[in-house]
């Protein structure tokens, strides 16, 4: 049995679990791994995801973090920031500040504190790859922050297998089913808990993909994700728009599940 007995996760898609679908369509993720494995065998666990896709950094801090200081869980994962990383402009120093003021509301709560680095983007698509420095530099401004209030890192930069496409979605920013189970496996590790596989074993070997294959999926990824985000971006759209958490209070793990609209 696990020594955490209520868990809140927040931040954005990649706390959601976009790309990590259930049967009926509906967002796992990570953190419901993390939530199905802390609870196994204990029907007194309680879980919730107060994550929705697209929010940035304030907005996380408005909306989810006085709903986790009410709560006031054993446990926190809180991962914020990156789709401040991803917009036309970004003052990396002034979000790592407000980073760091969210982390201490955070950590007052009496909670023990998962906080997570970005990852490396050196393998990615050029467009995405011009991000990398931003990322890094966050990164040590977090590891930084987390050292000051004694919260735990979780380092995805330095997770190999994530470099492996496959572990990506069609849209290149969301993690697949693969990718959320080693995520799950590093946060459970970090924090010292039992787990029965190594986020680090390499897939399966795969075989090499033609140049003109992947001038093609380049293409069509241009065309389905990146312009229409653009396009939104300009006329004030936004990923989130409409949706709520889908956990939005602590409840039992087999309980409180509430769809995307």
């Known amino acids: 049995m696990s020594r955490w007995n209520t868990f809140v996760a927040i931040g ?3 706390t959601e679990g976009l790309d990590d679908l259930r049967a009926d369509g509906t967002p796992r993720g990570w953190a419901d791994r993390v939530a199905e494995q802390l609870g196994a065998g204990d029907p007194g666990f309680r879980y919730a995801n107060l994550a929705v896709r697209g929010k940035l950094l304030d907005q996380i801090v408005e909306d989810q973090l006085p709903v986790a200081e009410r709560l006031r869980p054993d446990l926190v994962g809180f991962c914020a920031g990156g789709n401040d990383i991803i917009r036309f402009s970004c003052d990396t120093d002034d979000l790592a500040r407000r980073f760091d003021t969210a982390l201490e509301r955070v950590t ?8 997570f680095t970005g990852f490396d983007l050196g393998r990615m698509h050029p467009l995405i790859r011009r991000l990398r420095g931003r990322v890094a530099c966050y990164n040590e401004l977090m590891r930084a922050s987390a050292e000051r209030h004694g919260s735990t890192v979780v380092d995805l930069w330095g997770m190999a297998p994530l470099a492996d496409p496959r572990t990506w979605g069609s849209d290149r920013l969301h ?3 693969e990718g959320h189970k080693r995520v799950m496996l590093r946060f459970l590790e970090t924090l010292g808990e039992p787990v029965a596989e190594d986020w680090r074993a390499p897939l399966p070997e795969a075989a090499p993909a033609p140049w003109r294959d992947r001038q093609l999926e380049d293409l069509r990824w241009m065309r389905n994700w990146v312009l229409p985000f653009v396009h939104n ?3 004030g759209r936004h990923t989130g728009d409409g949706f709520l958490p889908k956990r939005p209070e602590l409840l039992p793990l087999d309980a409180g599940r509430r769809p995307a609209v």
């Open 175 to 177: 993690l697949t089913a």
């Open 12 to 14: 954005d898609s990649f």
């Open 233 to 235: 971006r300009v006329r």
């Open 108 to 115: 007052a709560t009496g909670a023990q504190v998962v906080v």
